[in-house]
């Protein structure tokens, strides 16, 4: 019986275990990216935090820009859709 | 005496007698050479894989009577191992010879395997016990073998790499059943942890005819803990903790019978943040978590036995290094953290993949005198996603395969034949519109036979197998429809001999690999290797040649083993960069060369000195050697040439230190040579040294405790085989860290 209870707790936590899920955040920071002749990214405009649906819409898509923008590259993007949108984050260093 | 009483006389005799007998047929025991009992040795029922123990009598006792010719492993520390064939009738007496030196055997050691002979075939094993206490991981444990390497980027995704050549080509089974987890990808890792596994056996090459011809590189076969017979269950907790990537893993396992049925449950959960570089900043997205659990279920009736085995298995690695640029022109400060915040530090990060693996296993055995059937049946359920956006997979990959193997093992005198056929179909499925590879199924059957003969000290065997692969793959999305047959025969040689204590032994292996749908039709971005990969309709089949020669000679101290090799590989495919780039990610085309040849020698030393007889030292030896005739470079992935060495000194000869509960100290150093002959697009590795220490203790006799350091000196280092090597000019691997492992065992 004691070997019984014993397997019993075991058994349920590792049940708790297994249906603990790791889930991202819901929000997060997207930008547009901007590529060169040979496809490769040069520059990104941030477009702010994007949540929920937002942000299935924003990465599914693209996000639709309203004014004219300059990136930190001098690339100008006018006004329109932009299918290149990354909303993955970036590692932080601070030195 | 009247007829009434002699009457009673002989029946009470007769009955006697069958008690006798009866009892005899059910137990056994173990004596040293002085006829003394020999207590808490591991008697391993092979064919039945049970596990008993000896009492402080010598005595063993099984359930029920055991067929002839049943294999009986017996072993413990400081005796020489003993593989027996049971006959049944006379008494069960078994005696082992005690090692001049405690610790361990020096040189060939006796004992039963599941991937053939061990005398005729070139077999390597490695015990995955105590792999939890002692290891990082499970393959990192692998790669103590010669001959046998790593591809990886941190502790989240581990390939295992035999003499050059990784992915498709080494081919791994569990408990019988192969495992088809979209292996072709390095990004892709192995798809299951240590739990529950008792031991790997090791092909190297493509010897391993009952698996497949499609094991060029090797078979990699993992075997659970067998199943105790034991009054009372029996089991353990373990729980490590790594300051690297403030990993913590825990696990349990239990193990319980009564009279012939046995049961095995285990479980694990781990998680673990980005590992620490030698610098003290952190590889971004190296993190990953691991949850599994899996039983097992026997019952042996007379001559049968049906094992039952399920097994769930859930990982979400994160991918390190990824950017949206060439990976040669990714700075590491980018893709490196120098902060760590618990409150993150664990949160999945895109991009990173979802795994999820289940495998159902049941075997049938049935055994009587020289005859053994048996039949396999598995099922395996991989579904790969990987993200690299939040909302959407980049693909959602479901693999299913079904496999049936029935065997007959019979032995005539000193032939053993083993015949069979393995059926195996594959059903891969995307369940998204955005995919890599395409929709696709295979048909396999495989029907074998193999020859052993064995007689003294000389032995040969042979076996010969035919493999007819239908693929066929409809996908209106990558607009393909393709069907297609390959078929081919492949062979294994071997002649074994001994002479005094030397041993020599010859084998060749033909065999032959079809291409795989992903080589054939990908078309797609893959974020996990940061490329765009583009198949090839045209690929032909592989053919390998191998041959491979093995001396190896022992005393009570001292063992030495020489193992060159040469192979030669014909219509070899593989996926080389071009210029051009697609999505910001640079082209991998899939190619095939027409020759390559890969050729190399291992060494294993093997020490006791007599002065010391509590140290081991065991050294190996690895020398590969890559050309791809086509051109003048070498075979891409290939790792560089290395002397591993292990010392483990036991401390249970010295009173005052076992006092304070030290059990052994152990050093394990890698020495990898330079690595100058590689591939076109890849670089040179320098040379380094690599140092990791470990001290054990027994804190009482239930409860174990390891502490080590790993990576000693702090060496900052990027292994040519590592996932990440071409990435900012190599990403090291992790710095100098420290962990601490506790099992308790009841």
């Not at chain 2, 002989?10 to 007998?21: E, R």
């Not at chain 2, 999305?477 to 010859?506: A, P, Q, W």
């Not at chain 2, 971005?525 to 198949?535: K, Q």
Request: with cysteine; charged share 20%; hydrophobic share 35%.
């Amino acid at each position: 019986m004691k070997n019984f209870s014993l397997l019993s707790v075991l058994m349920i936590a590792v049940f708790g275990f297994m249906t603990s899920c790791s889930s991202s955040d819901d929000c997060h920071e997207c930008h547009i990216a901007l590529f060169d002749a040979d496809g490769q990214e040069t520059a990104e405009v941030e477009i702010g935090e994007f949540c929920g649906d937002a942000l299935e819409d924003v990465e599914n898509a693209g996000y639709q820009l309203t004014e004219m923008l300059v990136a930190d590259n001098g690339d100008t993007l006018q006004p329109g859709l932009y299918t290149d949108v990354h909303c993955e984050e970036h590692a932080d260093h601070d030195h | 005496m009247n007829l009434k009483s002699l009457s009673k006389t002989l029946i009470f005799t007769v009955l006697i007698a069958f008690c006798f007998s009866a009892s005899a047929q059910n137990s056994g025991t173990v004596q040293d050479s002085e006829n003394q009992p020999i207590d808490n040795v591991s008697v391993f029922i092979a064919d039945q894989n049970i596990l008993l123990k000896t009492n402080k009598l010598g005595e063993f006792f099984f359930e029920s009577k055991l067929p002839n010719n049943t294999y009986l492993n017996f072993y413990k520390n400081g005796y020489v191992s003993k593989l027996v064939k049971y006959k049944e009738g006379s008494e069960f007496k078994v005696f082992l010879k005690k090692l001049h030196v405690a610790l361990d055997e020096v040189g060939v050691v006796e004992s039963y395997s599941e991937l053939g002979n061990t005398k005729l075939t070139n077999i390597d094993k490695k015990s995955l016990e105590n792999v939890f206490l002692r290891d990082n991981s499970m393959v990192e444990s692998i790669t103590q073998l010669s001959g046998v390497d790593i591809v990886s980027s941190g502790l989240g995704i581990q390939k295992v790499v035999v003499r050059g050549l990784s992915g498709m080509r080494v081919v791994t089974y569990l408990n019988g059943m192969q495992i088809n987890n979209q292996q072709w990808a390095n990004d892709h890792g192995i798809g299951f942890t240590d739990l529950g596994l008792g031991e790997v056996e090791l092909i190297k090459g493509a010897s391993a005819l009952k698996y497949g011809s499609e094991a060029i590189g090797g078979l990699l076969f993992f075997k659970d803990s067998p199943f105790v017979s034991n009054k009372k269950m029996n089991g353990y907790v373990a729980s490590k903790f790594d300051n690297s990537s403030y990993l913590s893993s825990s696990q349990f396992g239990l193990n319980w019978n009564k009279n012939n049925f046995f049961f095995n449950l285990y479980g694990q959960y781990s998680i673990s943040s980005d590992y620490r570089l030698p610098n003290n900043d952190y590889l971004f997205n190296s993190r990953f978590n691991q949850n599994a659990i899996k039983f097992s279920v026997a019952h042996r009736y007379k001559n049968l036995q049906n094992i039952f085995r399920y097994q769930y298995h859930n990982e979400n690695p994160g991918i390190p290094a990824h950017a949206h640029v060439d990976p040669a022109d990714i700075n590491i400060v980018d893709i490196t953290s120098s902060s760590f915040d618990f409150n993150d530090a664990y949160k999945l990060l895109t991009p990173y993949q979802l795994v999820n693996n289940q495998l159902f296993n049941y075997n049938l055995n049935y055994l009587s005198n020289n005859l053994k059937l048996s039949l396999h049946l598995g099922h395996f359920i991989n579904n790969l996603q990987e993200y690299e956006k939040w909302t959407r997979p980049a693909f959602d990959l479901t693999i299913s395969n079904t496999q049936i193997t029935p065997n007959i093992r019979y032995k005539i005198k000193d032939l053993t034949f083993n015949i069979g056929s393995q059926l195996s179909v594959l059903d891969n499925k995307n369940n998204e519109d955005e995919r890599l590879v395409p929709d696709a199924s295979t048909l396999n059957v495989g029907p074998y036979v193999i020859l052993d003969y064995e007689k003294n000290n000389f032995g040969f065997n042979s076996g010969i197998r035919y493999d007819y692969k239908h693929l066929k793959s409809e996908d209106n999305i990558l607009n393909i429809n393709y069907d297609n047959e390959f078929s081919n025969t492949s062979f294994s040689s071997g002649i074994y001999y001994k002479f005094l204590d030397n041993v020599l032994r010859f084998t060749y292996s033909g065999s032959y690999r079809a291409p795989h749908f992903s080589e054939l039709f990908s078309d797609g971005v893959h974020h996990g290797t940061n490329r765009y990969e583009l198949g090839n309709e045209n690929l032909d089949i592989e053919y390998a040649d191998q041959f491979e020669f093995k001396y190896q000679w022992a005393n009570e101290h001292f063992g030495f083993v020489l193992n060159p090799f040469l192979q030669n590989i014909s219509d070899f495919i593989s996926i080389v960069p071009t210029d051009t780039f697609i999505s910001s990610y640079r082209v991998y085309n899939y190619k095939q060369y027409n020759n390559v040849e890969i050729k190399g020698v291992e060494m294993n030393l093997h020490y006791h000195p007599h002065q010391l007889h509590n140290l081991h030292i065991e050294q190996s030896y690895t020398f590969l050697q890559t050309k791809n005739k086509d051109d003048q470079y070498g075979l891409a992935l290939v790792p560089a040439n290395s002397i591993k060495t292990k010392l483990l000194f036991d401390l249970n000869d010295y009173e005052r230190l076992v006092k304070y509960k030290f059990d052994y100290l152990s050093f394990y150093h890698v020495y990898k040579f330079s690595k100058e002959n590689f591939a076109e697009y890849e670089e040179l590795t320098e040379s380094y040294n690599l140092i990791n220490f470990q001290l054990g203790l027994k804190l009482n006799n239930k409860l174990l405790c390891t502490i080590g350091i790993n990576n000693l000196l702090n060496k900052e280092y990027s292994p040519h085989t590592s996932r990440i090597r071409g990435v900012a000019g190599g990403v090291p691997n992790p710095g100098r860290s420290f962990n601490i492992n506790l099992k308790y065992e009841f």
